[in-house]
């Protein structure tokens, strides 16, 4: 089946630029979406579609994918964005939902 | 604006079924581009799909967990449901409800429920 692989966590002082990335064979022939979840609350879509942001996320938040990586990209990092961060695909041979572990990204 | 809402008990004992339903408010479930979605995320770890229906009733299910769930739309599709039968400790999680936009290549989530909390216990 196939894997997403996310780093467990990653830091970045406020107003800096925050890069999460997600790992997985080929993710680029793929279309890539991107979650956050803040703690106790439930999972947020922040881009779909490798680059799209739904309506009310802020534009700081963007989104690339080529080769074996996707990447998240929150610019002018805020305390509010302190959360987890979840990729997912759909992959299509075995038609299945699949998640990357999650990125806990720190705002020191 | 759509929204869901999760239901059922919060405590279930061991060996037995474990019954969820989704509400859907604002918006309609027989649209052939939405698929209706359980996801589960255990005590301090990640996100675990369980499966998927469509209006027609068509299920798919992810392969860990297919022998032991059912999902079921009702009659008036306003509200889909989630069985989980022989639950262990290892059931207790967040259930989510979440609506799949389908395309060829893409499928993503939105919007979500708020969650619910379901314990495993004696």
């Known amino acids: 089946s196939y894997v997403l692989t996310q780093p467990p966590s990653e830091s970045v002082a406020p107003g800096q630029t925050a890069r999460i990335t997600c790992w997985g064979n080929?993710?680029?022939?793929?279309?890539v979406h991107w979650y956050q979840q803040r703690p106790g609350q439930a999972p947020v879509l922040v881009v779909y579609d490798d680059t799209d942001r739904p309506s009310g996320i802020p534009e700081r938040f963007s989104g690339s994918n080529s080769g074996n990586k996707a990447t998240l990209t929150i610019s002018r990092v805020e305390a509010g964005d302190e959360a987890d961060y979840y990729c997912q695909v759909w992959d299509s041979s075995s038609d299945q939902v699949v998640f990357g572990g999650g990125t806990k990204l720190t705002v020191l | 604006q759509l929204q869901l809402q999760e239901s059922g008990p919060g405590l279930v004992k061991p060996s037995e079924t474990l019954s969820l339903t989704c509400s859907v408010s604002?918006?309609?479930?027989?649209?052939?581009?939405?698929?209706w979605d359980w996801i589960r995320q255990p005590p301090g770890k990640g996100l675990e799909w369980i499966g998927s229906?469509?209006?027609?009733?068509?299920?798919y299910y992810n392969p860990s967990l297919k022998s032991r769930v059912t999902m079921f739309v009702d009659t008036s599709k306003i509200q889909f449901s989630l069985e989980v039968s022989s639950v262990t400790a290892a059931d207790t999680a967040v259930y989510y409800c979440?609506?799949?936009?389908?395309?060829?290549?893409?499928?993503?989530?939105?919007?979500w429920g708020q969650g619910v909390v379901v314990t495993v216990a004696s």
């Open positions: 604002g918006g309609s479930m027989s649209s052939t581009l939405y698929y």
């Open positions: 080929y993710i680029g022939a793929k279309s």
């Open positions: 229906l469509y209006y027609d009733g068509t299920t």
């Open positions: 979440a609506r799949r936009v389908s395309g060829d290549t893409w499928n993503w989530f939105d919007p």
